[in-house]
Each structure stands twice: as C-alpha cells, then as structure tokens.
C-alpha cells in the first residue's frame, strides 16, 4: 500500500479508537533537548505533534524491527525504542510517571506485526492441539426434564428424598377469595447450571452441544408454560 503525507495524516486523525495516547517527552535527533509532545499509537504507528489539537502531526515512527527498552537518561522515567543496524536512528522518549512509561513499554512492545503473528501462532498451535482429542467430552444431561425447586430447575443427577407436600396456608383475603379465579402463573425460570464444571479446557463442539442442550430445555419449559396459560 502507497502511502503519502495526505493520507498519514488522515490515519494519524481519524476518530477510530487509538491504542494508546499521551504527553511524552521526546530528545532529539541533534541536540540533548528534550521537547514535549503529544503522542498517539495506532497500530504499529507511532504518531506525535505539537499538541493534542494539532491536525498534522510532527513525524511518526514505524514500529518494526525495533525493542523498546529502559535507559538510563537525563529525564527520568525515560526509555528507547530501538532499531537494528549500524545507521538506524535511537528513540529517546521519557514519561511523566512511573504508571505512563509501564503502560508506553507495554503498548509500544505490542505494537508491531511481529509479535501479533507469534500471538497468532501460539492460537493456532492451542487450537490444533484441541482439535487433536485433547479437549475432553462435555457433561451427559439428563434426556428427562429436571424437577422444579421454588420455581428453578434443579440440575443433579440424584434422585431427590421424598417430602410431604406442605398444607395450604389460609387465604388472608376470607372465604370470598377462595371462589376466584387465580392469574396465569409466571413462566419458569430459565435452567440454572451447576457450580462444578469439569476440569480442562472445552472444544467448540463441546460449547455447541452444551448450548442445544439448553436451548432445547428452555423451549420446552417455555411451551409447558404456554399450554398452562391456554388452560381454562
């Protein structure tokens, strides 16, 4: 992709979310002075300007092949952005705080396509390896819809211990509201999984079944539900 000042400027202003962005100290390329500028890192391009309302900014720097790394500088919480090569130039740049130059070192260390496609690589190799048999089998459920407890499905493989049914309690409102006719009654609530889960990483079939599993335990405590509601 050609690029020129027109553009680079556009990408450094645009209102896309950026990175990171912030005051840093920057030394110069000829002269031991340290000039203060606003700086902004969107993707592996470091841009800076005069201030935050400037719209074209000062130089940016491209992010690959280079370390970042502390130094030992006039400024105090300074650091270096380094590139390989006799002739490559040395970044000098310095934070106002211990807290900014962490989160600069960090962003900046991120930044360049290099480390995103050793991130991807190490995905990739994680996935293969779920792929290969190492994900273990989801939970078998019950085929049985579970007993309701308070109004929530009780998910346990145990049967449950048989319990006297309690006796109704006496209507507060006499003997006229006993003749009423009660409302329809809530919908259930929707199945609550278990605390355990089992050990180890799940696959994406796993996450798939799981979730038809539940899909089809709540459609169908959905339609008992509605046929209760239907009921004269």
């Known amino acids: 992709m050609k690029l020129n000042e027109r553009s680079l400027a556009f990408y450094a202003t645009c209102d896309a979310p950026v990175d990171n962005a912030g005051f840093l100290y920057k030394k110069g390329g000829r002269h031991a002075a340290y000039h203060r500028r606003w700086f902004v890192l969107r993707g592996n391009m470091l841009f800076y300007f005069e201030d935050p309302a400037s719209r074209e900014p000062v130089g940016v720097i491209i992010l690959e092949g280079c370390t970042v790394e502390l130094v030992e500088a006039a400024e105090e919480f300074a650091f270096a952005v380094r590139f390989a090569g006799a002739r490559a130039r040395t970044y000098v740049l310095a934070a106002e705080s211990q807290a900014a130059m962490e989160g600069w070192v960090k962003a900046l260390s991120r930044a360049s396509f290099d480390y995103l496609r050793l991130v991807v690589r190490e ?110």
């Open 123 to 232: 995905l990739e190799q994680q996935l293969a390896a779920m792929r290969a048999g190492d994900c273990p089998p989801p939970p078998r459920r019950p085929r049985a819809l579970p007993p309701k407890e308070n109004g929530c499905a009780v998910w346990s493989a145990e049967p449950l211990a048989a319990s006297p049914a309690p006796s109704p309690a006496p209507s507060p409102a006499g003997p006229s509201a006993a003749g009423s006719r009660p409302g329809p009654a809530p919908p259930p609530l929707p199945p609550r999984r278990r605390a355990s889960a089992p050990n180890g990483p799940l696959c994406a079939g796993s996450f798939a079944r799981l979730h038809e599993l539940y899909g089809q335990e709540v459609r169908a405590l959905r339609s008992q539900w509605l046929r209760s509601r239907a009921q004269p």
